[in-house]
């Protein structure tokens, strides 16, 4: 690479911090009109990603935006303390392996957490500050403060006292392995596809010999806990004689069985099958109530299995609805670690999971196995330890969400998502089958569930605030802080003279990263007027990746809704996941991990997100490729810097910029009024939040100014017939690459800092400058029209030309075009004659190239390749354009003579000072090259 731009950024980085670049901008807009902003809490026990410098490019690109129109804008970090991630730490810190063992000492456990929360806070902010991305980290929100819990305890009181904050006898998604239950958003961020053994179990059927109900599980481990099967009262079911045996089951999936069945005995509704009994297959537990017998079920469905599901309500949400529906006995034979209790003989402290395998062999023992087959599907898993999930039933307080559903999606109508189908698509899916909230953790580093008990009449309250605390509390109970274990210390007066202690349970941390517009302001204890006058409320803006539809995106409305304000953000950019080159999930164990400064270190931290922003549309996932990188690295910023050293090279000398400058050259006006063109429709895609739209646009106009505006105008800078020639283009240019320039800042800050001084530009940064307005009355939408059709005629006279087997340097005589409209424009004409090399244009009903080639024009064209070589061979010798030379040449005789006679139209178009004929002499490269099948020989000579 030509240039070192992660060098480069170094120093642009040294200088912004120096001069105190993002305070200054900062300080420039502190009085003008409010751009609302929301930083996302990343942990800051994790290490930055990939992902991360994706999200934070698409962020910074708005907020820089913004910043230039003159909005003031705060960039306030968080930080997300709480939760699993932070426990983790802790325990492999202290070497813990379960929750026994935190049991022992909590306190001693939530220092370790406390100590673990910032472990790498000093990495995230070298990414942030590396990346560009403008933060201030001196002043950050954190959620295990205690200001923060306490809006957080304000939160769950008003939602208390709407009657929505309930506790309930629930089946719940569980962690074995953290010992708690998660939420459905939780629950979303950690799906994988699986492959496992599903099995079809026969049933016996009560009273009816050899006869079986037919059932499939994908979870055999749930069997010991079945207590009846369920049927759809609305489907039709077959009884099918295979062998000696008789099996129940849905007439649409008899395939199940395939085609060894002898015949079909009876066909009935799923109506006339309930009540029917069966004997249980596993009698380790007695049911305290009437088990054993078909019931009704809705959801069950004939996509898959059998059309008859097996219901075991201590497993399954749907089987504890038909459950309690029908009063059904539960058998909860799994403890909270996951193992089958000790009723459960055989696989007595086995891990439900790991039992499956036994289960599938005590069924094939017992011939109640019809089939076992291999079965792909997605299966949850915890998406902070990555422990396999059970749907377990507890005891669990919940937000009852399922009240707000309407509102909730009311709400959303009002957002403005980017991509725009994510909003009725995986957003409003989501919304429309809303669960309640299982908020409650059975854990110890998070909020603190603010509810107290009494012990003797079992009353419960809600807290809301450190002063209602204060006031409820016993005298002796002291509140040193609001974590556990201390706050578990502090015990209150309930009104029947008992004593209130506070449940064990800390709140999902979800919560809190959702809480965080009324949060990171301690509302409504501080800073009222910041929400209830709408001057930090709702956000202007808020980005992050595609998985947080269904996690913050989510949390963030869920709570604003329920406190009864609006959506709190009215723009939402979701990214999609940066995956490896083969469409792959990134991780340690695959190896395919690629981290910030793989490409930063190499490229440069502009290259990686300008690639981000061009890779594809914005909510697809991104298939991160090095290749590519190195591909827009040579394609956009080599052909900006190449662009920028053209000008130093030929126009900076002694140049001085005009602002009302004038041209009268058409090159000139077209590249200025696509500059200005450009510039309607960058401010027209950003006001739209489409980035990766505006930014596709840069890509187009640089190719424009260096493969055509600058290629036709270098005879301009180099050879220039006058002053005025000259001028026109050093100034437009200058223009062109300063403007530029600014419109790229908030994409490429670094790029465009270092071009921006290179220019001169009149403002200590490029970013404390206003964006760009366009020069309408620079915009010629027909010149930029015209120019777009003659280079597609030349494009096209181009590929007649390759077809043909006729090299460009080849003269021709004639171009006929059908563009009867560009008769008059001289220019543009002239520049289809130089760019297809025709001597003549005419007009007439196809277009034709006359490919014929007279002696005169191959004695040019021979002229021309010769030309061509000699430039290479200067190229290749390190020579500078300004570099004199003289010109060697032997060989073949008919060339000799043709150079000879030819010499004084070669010495002016090559910008040589001598030629001579022979060999000798040094020289200081030499190329031996081919013309018409003849061979020569040249050497160059540089000149002192």
Partial sequence: MELNLSKKEEEILDFWEKNKIFEKSLEKTKDKPKFVFYEGPPFANGLPGIHHLLVRAFKDVILRYKTMQGFSVKRKAGWDTHGLPTEMSAEKKLKINSKKEIEKDIGGFIEECKNNIFLYKKEWEEFTRRIGYWLDLKNPYITCSDEYIETLWWILKQIWE???????????????RCGTSLSSHEVAQGYKTVRENSVYVKFPVKKEKNTYFLVWTTTPWTLPGNVAIAVNPELSYLKVKTGNEYLYLAKERIS??????????????????????????FDFTKPDKKAYYLVAGDFVSTQEGTGLVHI?????????????????????????????????????GKFVKDADPLIIKELKEKNILFKEESCEHEYPFCWRCDSPLLYYAKQSWFIKTTAIKDKLIENN??????????????????????????????????????????????????????????EKKESFSEIKNLHRPQIDEVILKCECGGKMKRVKEVIDCWFDSGAMPFAQSHYPFENKELIDKKEFFPADFICEGVDQTRGWFYTLLAISTLLGFESPYKNVVSTGLVLDGKGKKMSKSKGNVVVPSDIIDKYGADVARFYFYTINSVGDPKKFDFNDIQSLYRRFFDTLINSRKFFDLYAKKGFKHKKDFKTDNLLDKWILSSLESLNIKIIEKLDNYDIVGAARLFEDFVDDLSNWYIRRSRKRLQKPENNQEKEEASQTLYYVLLKLSLLLAPFVPFSAESAYQDLNGEKESIHLEDYPLPKKELIDEKLEGKMKKTREIIASALAERAKSGIKVRQPLKELIITDSDLEKEQ??????????????????????????????????????????????????????????????????????????????????????????????????????????NKELNLTIKKIN
């Fill in 413 to 470: 109508k009002k957002i403005n998502w980017v991509p725009e189908y994510l909003k009725e698509g995986r957003f409003g899916e989501w919304l429309k089958d809303v669960k309640d909230w299982n908020l409650s953790r059975e854990r110890y580093w998070g909020t603190p569930l603010p509810i107290w008990q009494c012990e003797k009449c079992d009353k419960n309250i809600c807290i809301g605030s450190i002063k209602e605390l204060e």
């Fill in 827 to 932: 220019e543009l004409l002239g520049l289809i004659k130089e760019e297809v090399n025709v001597k003549k244009i005419g007009f007439g009903e196809v277009l034709h190239l006359d490919i014929e080639i007279s002696s005169e024009l191959k004695e040019e064209g021979m002229i021309r390749e010769i030309i061509h070589n000699i430039q290479e061979i200067r190229k290749r010798a390190g020579l500078k354009p300004e570099d004199e030379i003289s010109v060697g040449y032997s060989g073949n005789p008919e060339l000799e003579k043709f150079l000879d006679e030819n010499k004084k139209s070669i010495l002016k178009e090559a910008r040589i000072k001598g030629m001579f004929k022979g060999e000798g002499g040094s020289f200081d490269s030499e190329k031996t090259i081919k013309v018409e």
């Fill in 162 to 176: 709407k009657g929505l904050l309930f506790q309930d006898y629930k089946v719940v998604p569980y962690c074995p």
């Fill in 312 to 348: 075991a309500p201590a497993f399954g949400e749907d089987d504890m609805i038909v459950g309690q529906k029908n009063n059904l006995p539960i058998i909860l034979n799994v403890d909270e670690e996951g193992k089958f209790k000790e009723e459960v003989k055989p696989w007595e």
């Fill in 256 to 281: 199940a069985i395939g085609d060894g069945y002898d015949e079909i005995s009876e066909e009935i509704k799923g109506k006339d099958l309930i009540g029917k009994e069966y004997d249980p297959i």
